[in-house]
């Protein structure tokens, strides 16, 4: 039988994971001062914030993809034309 993470006794045990997280030092002095404020633990005040943040809205994947700009009338022929000249300095050997 494969061996699972969640099987481990420690992780029944005790429902909670430390883990090292880097971010910048402003942020970090930001947080402990905004937790002290509060009276709450830095602990407390990141694991509180972390909760709304994961229950806020979340943004719309953007669409892919991305539709092309709208042009002016007969300015895709222009850029066509830019196409096909680089497409026919280009040695079909090198596409092979």
Sequence with gaps: M???IDCHPYLRQR???KTTVEIPDHLFREAKKAAAGRGLSL???LTEALKEKLAGPRRRPTEWPVP???L???EMRGVQSTIDGE???????DWK
């Excluded at 497409?87 to 050997?93: G, I, V, Y």
């Design 72 to 74: 002016a009338e007969g």
């Design 2 to 4: 494969p061996y699972h």
């Design 87 to 93: 497409f026919s300095r280009t040695d079909a050997e």
């Design 68 to 70: 092309p700009p709208r």
């Design 15 to 17: 429902p909670v994971i």
């Design 43 to 45: 602990k407390t005040f």
